[in-house]
């Protein structure tokens, strides 16, 4: 938690207020003004006369000054104000905190590129940038080494992504006690789009970044720190020389905010035989692609399937029915009405024989049943049919039963029949989650062989159940 002082307004306001920010852990920030803004929305009816509904307009963007820093809140939301129309107090929780420039709006085009740092990021590359070699020598002797490592680059859409390392280099440190020499090394991605981009552009970008990892690692991969490179730089001339030139001076901005799942650097990190995949199996330069393409084509499934790794722990109920409604969701989008028993024609030549044979109620309630396309349980059973099948076995043991049960179960939660939920739900739940995670494993072009190390070493095995 760190606190700032400064002065506060809104954009274009000529009036600002002393106050003080507080940056919390979970990336989102407080505001305490003293004094505050007029959110009133007050109605002028005639000369004289005006009205005030009690509507309050919003504050998308707040801007601050602490000392030398510019500061941008993003998604302001005022949770308290003292006194009517102009304010004794006000506070203000924001989103999204941008330390180092002024920002207009979240679509305002600032971004130039990014350097963003991601959970699991520097064991998932496998990079050989640090070594350490005991040597038994006479003398005992014990080297460490850190090396570069080149940039993996690639170019999607006129967007480059790079994943690069960050070396510190040695720090040689002494206390009163002993003597200590570190070093370190950590992954990143470097994005850099064809022009500058805005905030959400960018929040986007983080969120494809965030779910790659998280489907490599099979646990939520959070966003550690992201800066960004502001599209216009700064200009700057030497004090020392009164017509010197003006030198242009990109500026850095820090960038925090509040989300769904925060990160925890700080953790242990994953060992490299815990991952579904990783960069020995398909570099970054070659799956990132790929993967942009999936998560785009995708997009309404992988919200879904992510944002079950992402939230708190809840009911398993809940989580069956997300998992249940990604994998319809994701079968629909890759392989449309793939799988279905009845085709344009069968159903059609059904509806005729329905509306020969029947009258009434009867035939109009027949007749809403007879539809084209794949059900719920066709659906998953042609899922499961996708990835490896000795992968799928593992997980999976009966596709048959499997299908059978998961639908009875959706069908419970959505409709309140509590004993059409099964006992098994948990079980049921863990399946279809790690299912998805093998057809994405699938569509993203890995062999059979990673498919079956996954489900081997990654995931939890059944037996068939009765």
């Given at each position: 938690?760190?606190?700032?002082?400064g002065?506060?307004?809104?954009?274009g306001?000529?009036?600002?207020?002393?106050?003080?920010?507080t940056?919390?852990?979970?990336?989102?920030?407080?505001?305490?003004l003293?004094?505050?803004?007029?959110?009133?929305?007050?109605?002028?009816?005639a000369p004289?006369?005006?009205?005030?509904?009690?509507?309050t307009?919003?504050t998308p963007?707040?801007h601050?000054r602490?000392?030398?820093?510019?500061?941008t809140?993003v998604?302001?939301?005022?949770?308290r104000?003292?006194?009517m129309?102009?304010?004794?107090?006000?506070?203000?929780?924001?989103d999204?905190?941008?330390?180092?420039?002024?920002?207009?709006?979240?679509?305002?085009?600032?971004v130039?590129?990014?350097?963003v740092?991601?959970?699991?990021?520097?064991a998932?590359?496998?990079?050989?940038?640090?070594?350490?070699?005991?040597?038994?020598?006479?003398e005992?002797?014990?080297?460490?080494?850190?090396?570069?490592?080149?940039?993996?680059v690639?170019?999607?859409?006129?967007?480059?992504?790079?994943?690069?390392?960050?070396?510190?280099?040695f720090?040689?440190a002494?206390?009163?006690?002993t003597?200590?020499?570190?070093?370190?090394?950590?992954a990143?991605i470097?994005?850099?789009?064809?022009a500058?981009?805005?905030?959400?552009?960018?929040?986007a970008?983080?969120?494809?970044l965030?779910?790659?990892?998280?489907l490599?690692?099979g646990?939520?991969?959070?966003?550690?720190?992201?800066?960004?490179?502001?599209?216009?730089?700064?200009?700057?001339?030497?004090?020392?020389?009164?017509n010197?030139?003006?030198?242009?001076?990109?500026?850095?901005?820090?960038?925090?905010?509040?989300?769904?799942?925060?990160?925890?650097?700080?953790?242990p990190a994953?060992?490299?035989?815990?991952?579904?995949?990783?960069?020995?199996?398909?570099?970054?330069?070659?799956?990132?692609?790929?993967w942009?393409?999936?998560r785009r084509?995708?997009?309404s499934?992988?919200n879904?399937?992510?944002?079950?790794?992402?939230?708190p722990?809840?009911?398993?109920e809940?989580r069956?029915?997300?998992?249940?409604v990604?994998?319809?969701?994701?079968h629909?989008?890759l392989?449309?009405?793939?799988?279905?028993?009845?085709?344009?024609?069968?159903?059609?030549t059904?509806?005729?024989l329905?509306?020969e044979?029947?009258?009434g109620?009867v035939?109009?309630m027949t007749?809403?049943r007879?539809?084209?396309?794949?059900t719920?349980?066709?659906?998953?059973?042609?899922?499961?049919?996708?990835?490896?099948?000795d992968a799928?076995?593992?997980v999976?043991?009966?596709?048959?039963v499997w299908?059978?049960?998961l639908k009875?179960a959706?069908?419970?939660?959505?409709?309140?029949?509590?004993?059409?939920?099964?006992?098994?739900a948990?079980?049921?739940?863990?399946?279809t989650?790690?299912?998805?995670?093998?057809?994405?494993?699938?569509?993203l072009g890995?062999?059979?062989e990673?498919?079956?190390?996954?489900?081997?070493?990654?995931?939890?095995?059944?037996?068939a159940?009765?």
């Open positions: 938690m760190e606190r700032m002082q002065q506060w307004w809104e954009p306001a000529d009036e600002s207020h002393p106050g003080v920010l940056l919390n852990d979970d990336g989102g920030a407080t505001l305490e003293i004094g505050g803004i007029d959110l009133r929305i007050i109605q002028h009816i004289g006369l005006s009205s005030y509904s009690g509507a307009r919003d963007i707040l601050g602490v000392e030398a820093k510019e500061i809140l998604n302001c939301i005022a949770t104000t003292t006194g129309g102009s304010p004794s107090s006000q506070v203000f929780v924001a999204q905190v941008l330390i180092g420039a002024l920002v207009e709006s979240r679509e305002e085009p600032v130039r590129r990014a350097f740092r991601i959970e699991n990021l520097t998932w590359g496998v990079l050989d940038g640090l070594s350490w070699t005991p040597s038994r020598s006479d005992d002797e014990h080297t460490a080494r850190l090396r570069r490592v080149p940039d993996q690639v170019n999607v859409g006129g967007w480059t992504y790079a994943l690069s390392v960050n070396r510190a280099g720090n040689y002494t206390t009163r006690e003597a200590t020499i570190t070093g370190d090394m950590t990143r470097i994005v850099t789009p064809p500058p981009v805005s905030l959400d552009d960018l929040n970008t983080v969120q494809e965030t779910d790659f990892l998280t490599a690692s646990q939520a991969a959070g966003l550690i720190s992201m800066t960004i490179e502001h599209a216009v730089d700064r200009e700057w001339r030497d004090p020392r020389k009164r010197g030139p003006t030198q242009k001076i990109s500026r850095s901005i820090k960038a925090t905010g509040r989300r769904i799942y925060t990160a925890s650097p700080a953790e994953m060992r490299v035989w815990d991952f579904r995949f990783t960069a020995q199996d398909s570099p970054f330069a070659e799956v990132w692609p790929k942009l393409e999936l084509l995708c997009s499934a992988s879904v399937y992510f944002g079950d790794y992402y939230a722990p809840t009911y398993t809940l069956l029915f997300s998992v249940a990604t994998a319809e969701a994701l629909a989008k392989f449309g009405e793939e799988g279905a028993s009845f085709d344009d024609d069968a159903a059609r059904a509806r005729d329905i509306k044979g029947l009258e109620e035939r109009e007749l809403s007879v539809q084209a396309g794949a719920f349980r066709e659906r998953l059973t042609f899922l499961a049919a996708v990835p490896d099948p799928v076995r593992l999976i043991p009966d596709v048959a299908a059978r049960r009875d959706r069908n419970g939660v959505a409709h309140g029949a509590i004993d059409r939920v099964t006992p098994e948990y079980r049921l739940y863990t399946q989650r790690d299912l998805v995670a093998l057809v994405f494993l699938h569509e890995f062999s059979a990673v498919q079956r190390r996954a489900a081997s070493d990654t995931m939890q095995h059944w037996i159940a009765d």
